[in-house]
């Protein structure tokens, strides 16, 4: 589904590069979203807020980007984490701002994307990476690794930065929320 998946087949399995073919996947858009006035009510959440998609485990990199966030003086905006808790230790709870929502419906997660002020995908290792698709989809200003599939998928329509580097994530979180002109970029690439 990604040309580093391809490439990954063909160096772990040893298959030769012509047995194997890329097809990315289609991602469809939700037309059935939740309103806003229902999501600012069931979550109780307010704008602007930058959100994240993913389980809690260690290749999502959710902790280094919480971390980022703790340490970039953005207070007027809240983080919000959606997806359920995976595997492995999450050493950040309870930093002030971050909000936990667990698994959301499909409608509720459709109107979180079209309200948050941008996306931000801390992926340390992915084979493609829906959520950046579906947030830009949506017309999501969108800010991700630079591993793996991710920059391939975001095809220089979404703000990289190095997961491995929590200075670089908070730089990325500082000029998308400091910058409505990148935000703006960021939705006309769509």
């Known amino acids: 589904d990604s040309l580093f998946t391809k490439t990954e087949t063909e160096k772990y399995l040893g298959l030769k590069s012509e047995s194997l073919?890329?097809?990315?996947?289609?991602?469809?858009?939700?037309?059935?979203?939740?309103?806003?006035?229902v999501i600012k009510n069931k979550f109780k959440i307010a704008t602007p807020y930058i959100l994240t998609v993913g389980k809690r485990e260690p290749r999502k990199n959710i902790d280094a980007l919480i971390e980022a966030y703790r340490i970039s003086g953005i207070d007027d905006a809240q983080l919000i984490i959606v997806g359920d808790q995976g595997w492995g230790e999450n050493s950040t709870e309870n930093v002030k701002g971050v909000k936990f929502l667990g698994f959301v419906s499909d409608d509720d997660l459709a109107a979180l994307y079209q309200h948050a002020e941008f996306f931000v995908f801390p992926s340390i290792y992915e084979g493609f990476g829906y959520p950046v698709i579906e947030a830009m989809g949506y017309g999501c200003p969108v800010a991700t690794s630079d591993t793996s599939s991710l920059a391939e998928i975001a095809d220089n329509s979404a703000l990289m930065f190095n997961p491995h580097d929590v200075e670089g994530i908070k730089k990325a979180l500082n000029e998308l929320h400091n910058s409505k002109e990148h935000r703006e970029i960021g939705r006309a690439h769509v």
Do not use: Q
């Open 21 to 37: 073919h890329l097809l990315y996947p289609a991602v469809e858009n939700n037309t059935h979203t939740s309103t806003w006035d």
